[in-house]
């Protein structure tokens, strides 16, 4: 096995030619983005508002297929006010994934409210349709008198469902909102990783009553800091653009705020470079899968597991990532990949075991703690041959 290791090291290197050190996924920058951002600068529209927000939004709204994207200062931020604007309130409950980023689980605590964590299904890395549907089966009612899905015994509200589609792969969102509507629990997608993801030839993010996407430097297109907030519902679109300039109401002088809001849009200089990304995304998306492809055919001639697109989708490949045998296996390979100079990781640490989280209610989360100890993600950043 040792040689397989050495020769998938070798795999990776000959992806990134000329590196010494290849990181997990560092940005790129071959477009417009220097030009947009001394017209931006040039123009002294650097904070909120400028015409390179509107465009941004507008680029993301037309990729998606979403009816109206609002940009924000990153992916956390774009999850907690959607969760916000989706009546998520203060002592509610939100389930959610284990297998996660952290910021899945702070945006629910950003609300005031307890994220609940169901297993994740094996062949998408994603939330579990069947978990999903098990617990609420166990643990909600829906009374007669509000209509809301109560937690039996904490008595709170379970007022959304976040499910997440893990490295950019996309989870069964279609059998989640299935579920949802029977339990009338609204859905925000965490999609921060998928740009450019499609399940069943839809974009990941738009099944739901929003989603969210994020710009970080490690995601496929960046802006630096950034995120996005996409919906169909053009109320709701307004609403998340309304708290998070301020609660700003609208006057050529005064200013006038009609409720607490929050500082979130994102900053013209931000979007300048989001632009000049989003002119190069085909490209990305392209580059992303050849890579993919080199991961799946090597792996594949090593006799290691690598991680296909689920059935029925269609994804960006945002982190390549291989399942070895166990955690012994898991650990020598991160040692010796990254020994080597090439960044490997494993997955997150799972979120009910992190102190913050320790307390909250899980289901059985088998699945997810198989994945936990194999999962290794590869470099998987786009470079121009």
């Not at 940009?71 to 996660?100: C, F, P, R, S």
């Not at 005031?112 to 069947?130: E, I, N, Q, R, Y």
């Not at 929003?210 to 995601?219: C, R, Y």
Request: glycine fraction near 6%; proline fraction near 3%.
């Amino acid at each position: 096995m040792v040689d397989a290791k050495n020769e998938l090291i070798d795999c990776a290197r000959s992806l990134y030619p000329g590196m010494v050190q290849v990181p997990l996924h560092a940005p790129t920058f071959f477009g417009n983005e220097k030009e947009y951002l001394a017209e931006c600068i040039n123009s002294t529209f650097v904070s909120y508002v400028g015409k390179y927000v509107n465009q941004f939004e507008q680029m993301i709204a037309e990729f998606t297929g979403a009816k109206y994207a609002v940009a924000v200062v990153n992916g956390t931020v774009a999850l907690h006010m959607a969760l916000k604007v989706a009546g998520v309130e203060e002592n509610d409950e939100v389930i959610t994934q284990v297998l996660t980023f952290a910021a899945t689980a702070n945006a629910i605590v950003h609300t005031g409210a307890d994220p609940v964590f169901v297993d994740v299904d094996l062949d998408t890395m994603g939330m579990s349709p069947h978990s999903l549907l098990k617990w609420l089966k166990a643990n909600v009612e829906i009374t007669n008198k509000s209509g809301k899905p109560i937690n039996r015994s904490s008595k709170k509200t379970i007022s959304a469902i976040v499910p997440m589609h893990t490295f950019g792969h996309p989870c069964q969102i279609d059998e989640i909102i299935a579920i949802a509507d029977e339990y009338n629990i609204p859905v925000v997608e965490d999609s921060a990783e998928s740009l450019g993801s499609y399940h069943k030839k839809k974009h990941t993010g738009t099944f739901g009553i929003a989603g969210v996407l994020s710009f970080n430097g490690n995601k496929t297109i960046t802006t630096g800091g950034g995120g996005m907030v996409i919906t169909d519902d053009e109320a709701f679109a307004k609403e998340v653009k309304h708290i998070t300039t301020t609660a700003k109401v609208q006057h050529a002088w005064d200013f006038v705020h009609d409720k607490v809001g929050y500082n979130f849009r994102m900053p013209n200089i931000n979007a300048a470079i989001g632009v000049a990304q989003m002119e190069n995304i085909d490209e990305y998306l392209n580059i992303k899968r050849r890579i993919a492809n080199t991961y799946a055919n090597c792996c594949k001639k090593l006799n290691i597991e690598y991680f296909n697109e689920p059935k029925s989708t269609h994804s960006n490949y945002w982190l390549n990532c291989i399942i070895l045998e166990d955690i012994k296996e898991r650990d020598e390979f991160l040692q010796l990949s990254n020994d080597s100079g090439i960044m490997t990781r494993p997955a997150w640490r799972l979120m009910h075991q992190l102190d913050m989280f320790r307390n909250c209610q899980r289901d059985n989360l088998h699945s997810s703690l198989w994945l936990a100890d194999r999962i290794v993600n590869l470099p998987s950043g786009v470079i121009r041959s």
